[in-house]
């Protein structure tokens, strides 16, 4: 509990033993022989003082800035013209329960900002740099590109870096939600805002701190409050017209009916003062806005960044979504998915295709060097004094001197120009054939793993009501069929160029039904454009590009497309919790001002319609917050 809701509880206790008090002394008699006199007024002016005269002060001042239609204006006048009626201890008991409904609120929004806000704690204070065999502590901000940062153990890492040195366990727990620690080693890439585990690491620095992923994650979470959701924005305009309204009917209920019919104005007066305290939008000022908050808030505990409650509300609409493949649903990493030798053993075609390959950069190559040395025990590299002159053949492969015969590794058109008969390999993927000496030596399958949890998440998100799945591929069709059998993907547009897959989905847009929403998730450079196009842009966190996360709505920040799904559950949930609290709140306080304007309601069921109403919003808003 924060100083100020101390403050206000203390209040609240005082106010109340002295209101009991006085009503205590009321029912021995004490105070009957000063009934109707000063002395009892201020009776109950005191505690009335001690627990409303910061919302009197707030009334007043709204009053002078022009800021006069709010609750504070509403209390004050329904608790004034209570006293001017004679009612004193209804006008503290109003005021009273009101403070404690805003004990509430004040309590339920430190909750939920509890939830995005220990986010901050991820912001490091230092960074280690290493100065004559001596550390010193230097701001983050201050290190540049390409310096080496020294991490000891249980510190925070303050940059994105390469780690060149050490061996540990990162916690990235306040970063993805992911509770298991990731093992780094010399050549990993470490984000900052992550805890390193037992050893000390020496990290060089690739991003100033201002690009840093925790930067970036800290200026999305104090944005994220700024985008509201319709039904949001709907409900600041409601109350700015509301209030008025009712202000003005209180004023018409309390001289029109005594003008009219006759009687006195004391009576309809009081039912004024009833009519404008049941009348305060507390419960939907507050539970709405507060129960989005606590939906971003479920989905930051779980490692996914949601950039504003406009984005929450489209998500529990969501109809279609549509995937990038590499990068999103595949891990984007090639790799060596089968070896078929031809009258050689497994290890000798790729020892030979390593050798090969031993000096091209391009990603297949290195794939194939990584298979040879995670074949070896020791993680040796291939004898390169095998290795003679290597000639490299644009568009085909690479023509290299191996034990003095010639090798060819490329794909078919290569065997084919030197007239080497070869098996072809159907499966899906790079195909890279090799030939020693004139002869086909055999074939070896390179591909693009799909992500552990991709089945699960296009699985997951059927369930939860998404109708149309859909992936954009640049790749070739077969891969990107293949890939969609896989996972279960409902269609599959492949060989697109980045304006291509702007095209595709603004067909896909034109197709959606009435009030639902499509997105896109990406993680390339070349997303951007998509990202922003579609209603929800989705982008992978860890490794996405920057343009990629600065245009999307969604960021998730371990890359896990299962949770999508998991937000997408949350956005639902919370969108329930909006439209409950909306009925409940505006059923009542109609029931209850029927009742009061024809005198059927006293100054207790006004209080249980503003009052009690805002507890039982903001205690259901909150549910929002524990959404699984």
């Not at 409303?52 to 329904?78: C, H, P, S």
């Not at 897959?501 to 998730?521: H, I, Y």
């Not at 999307?552 to 609290?581: E, G, S, W, Y």
């Not at 309601?601 to 009052?611: G, K, L, T």
Request: hydrophobic residues 45%; glycine residues 10%.
């Amino acid at each position: 509990m924060t100083g100020k809701q101390k403050n206000m509880l203390t209040r609240i206790i005082v106010s109340f033993i002295l209101y009991a008090g006085v009503l205590a002394l009321g029912k021995t008699g004490v105070t009957e022989q000063f009934s109707g006199t000063w002395l009892y007024f201020l009776l109950f002016l005191i505690p009335y003082g001690i627990i409303g005269w910061d919302i009197v002060y707030k009334a007043v001042r709204g009053i002078i800035n022009g800021q006069v239609f709010d609750e504070n204006f509403l209390m004050t006048i329904a608790t004034f013209g209570a006293f001017g009626v004679g009612e004193y201890s209804e006008a503290v008991a109003v005021m009273l329960f009101y403070q404690v409904g805003e004990l509430f609120q004040n309590y339920a929004v430190t909750r939920s900002r509890q939830s995005i806000t220990e986010l901050m704690d991820i912001c490091p204070e230092y960074a280690n740099i290493e100065e004559n065999g001596e550390l010193r502590r230097v701001d983050p901000d201050d290190v540049e590109v390409g310096a080496v940062i020294v991490v000891k153990a249980g510190e925070r890492v303050p940059l994105d870096g390469v780690v060149v040195s050490g061996t540990s366990m990162v916690d990235t727990s306040a970063l993805t939600g992911e509770s298991v620690p990731r093992g780094v080693s010399a050549g990993s890439e470490i984000i900052s805002g992550c805890v390193n585990g037992s050893g000390l690491l020496r990290v060089k620095v690739t991003k100033t701190f201002d690009d840093s992923t925790v930067a970036r994650i800290l200026e999305l979470v104090e944005n994220a409050s700024s985008k509201k959701a319709r039904v949001e924005n709907f409900i600041t305009r409601f109350a700015r017209y509301y209030t008025p309204a009712v202000v003005l009917a209180a004023v018409v209920l309390a001289v029109v009916p005594p003008v009219l019919l006759g009687g006195s104005f004391g009576e309809w007066i009081r039912r004024a003062c009833i009519f404008l305290v049941i009348s305060c939008p507390c419960a939907l000022v507050i539970s709405v806005p507060l129960s989005f908050f606590g939906g971003i808030g479920a989905a930051s505990r779980i490692g996914v960044l949601v950039k504003g409650s406009n984005y929450l509300e489209a998500l529990s609409q969501l109809d279609t979504i549509v995937f990038d493949k590499t990068g999103t649903l595949t891990k984007g990493e090639f790799c060596v998915a089968g070896i078929y030798p031809e009258n050689m053993g497994t290890g000798e075609l790729l020892e030979l295709a390593a050798l090969a390959e031993n000096y091209s950069s391009h990603p297949v190559a290195e794939s194939i060097r990584q298979a040879y040395r995670e074949s070896c025990e020791k993680g040796d590299t291939p004898d390169v004094s095998r290795l003679g002159e290597v000639r490299e053949i644009s568009g085909r492969g690479i023509c290299a001197i191996i034990d003095k015969d010639e090798v060819l590794a490329g794909n078919g058109k290569l065997m084919e120009e030197h007239g080497i008969s070869y098996r072809k390999c159907e499966e899906i993927g790079t195909i890279i054939y090799l030939s020693r000496a004139g002869k086909f030596a055999g074939s070896i399958l390179i591909a693009d793993s799909v992500k552990d949890h991709a089945e699960e998440a296009v699985r997951k998100l059927k369930e939860s009501g998404v109708r149309r799945t859909v992936m954009l591929t640049g790749d070739r069709r077969e891969v990107g069929e293949a890939v969609a059998g896989k996972l279960g993907l409902d269609e599959v547009h492949a060989e697109l160029l980045p304006a291509d897959k702007v095209e595709r989905v603004e067909k896909l847009l034109g197709e959606l039904p009435d009030n639902k929403k499509l997105a896109f998730v990406g993680d390339g450079i070349n997303d951007a454009p998509v990202l922003t196009r579609a209603d929800i842009g989705i982008a992978m966190g860890s490794m996405g590009s920057d343009a990629a996360i600065e245009a999307a709505d969604v960021v998730l920040m371990d890359d896990d497309p299962a949770k999508i799904a998991r937000v997408v559950k949350i956005a639902v949930k919370t969108m329930h919790i909006v439209r409950q609290n909306i009925i409940f709140a505006l059923g009542v306080k109609a029931l209850v001002l029927l009742l009061g304007a024809f005198g059927m309601a006293n100054m207790w069921e006004a209080v249980f319609a503003d009052v009690g109403v805002s507890v039982i919003a903001i205690l259901n808003a909150m549910r929002a917050l524990r959404a699984k």
